[in-house]
């Protein structure tokens, strides 16, 4: 039979510790204060817990059990009052050790005491280590007066275990400061990473949009008055591409006003996340530009994530944009390939016969254009290529790896 791996918690403990959780820091106190009276009252405990002075012993009485009652119910108040519940547990167990009150458990509430202080205590802290220190300093001279057989070497002794409960606490607030700061700096790592994304989703939107009205409005300057089908057929093109550019900027606002952690795919309709679909309407809008493109489509497509669908398609959007602004009607051919593991996308733009020299594309400002889109693809753990052709013009090739298929390993 095969065990369920992991550690296995019985259904009652479940129970039982989510409820404890659910109870809240008070009454939590509250209860270890109760069940340590409790302790303390045992007839089997009842002489286990804490011992430094070994006085002779004196009958119980009602100030003992007063005594031993200020040991323990204090630590109700342990983590909302951390020096006051040690200071007046700390000062009945020494006053039930200088007169000489037999041992109880309710003793170790000191112990516990010291660690909620050491944890939980916000201000003033070594001011509260050194009057503990100096505190127990005359503890010991008290008990030395009195006639306690204990030696210098047994209240050191004595001392470093009650230090030993105070680090111990010490060591728990620091972890859970070291926790949280690297919580905060991972939020503040994940925003600053989520408005870069937005920032090259604005420069993918807007330069590839607004080139394209700016080209395609130039372009209707031309237009013989004798044509005007022609003239409004232009006109169109630029507003659905105005329309365009509205839609996606819209989704872009909506994902900076999204709270939590939505995808910012999936926040809107209008999400410019590309649907098989999308690419070619991209290359459509771009041969309304003016520019020759050849879009060529191999295999068959699997959908990957979200976040790898959207690198493909801004790698398109990219290259043609270039092709638009650097090459104004050289032929520009887009391919793309599906295969089993990743995704590949090839934008080439060839270099005109006997036309004039063409600037290269750039690679865009502040980390953006192509830079922002290798960044973009180098997360994803694929690779992106740019550069000119041997053979003339220039090529801009991402390969983007896709989710293993369910049920299959990496």
Known sequence: MTLPQGHWTPPLLRGLRERWRACGARAQDGA????????????????????????????????????VLAQALPLAARRRRPAGALAVIAGAFAAHQALGFPTTFASTGLYLALYSAGAHQVRRRPYLAAASSAAYAVLAAVLHHLGSPQGPADYLAFYAALAAFWLLGSGVRGRRAREAERRTLAAEVAAADERARIARELHDVVTHHVTAMVIQADAAQYLPASAPERLGEALT?????????????????????????????????????????????????????????????????????AESELAAYRVVQEALTNAVKHAAGVPTRVLLRHGERHTEVEVTTETAPGGPARRTPGTGSGGRGLDGLRTRVRLLDGSLEAGPRPEGGFRVRATIPLPAPTGEAP
């Not at 520019?291 to 068959?300: A, L, R, S």
């Open 32 to 67: 270890l204060a109760l069940a340590l009276v409790l302790l303390a009252l045992a007839p089997n405990l009842s002489r286990i817990g804490a011992q430094i002075g070994d006085l002779p012993p004196r009958p119980e009485n009602a100030l003992s059990l007063a005594l």
């Open 237 to 305: 093109a630029v507003s659905d591409t105005g329309r365009r550019a509205l839609a996606d900027l819209r989704h872009l606002l909506g994902v900076l006003e999204a709270t939590g952690a939505t995808d910012a795919l999936d926040v809107a309709p209008t999400s410019p996340a590309p649907a098989p679909g999308r690419l070619a309407d991209l290359v459509d809008q771009t041969r309304r530009t003016g520019q020759p493109v050849e879009f060529t489509e191999h295999g068959e497509h699997r959908p990957g994530s």
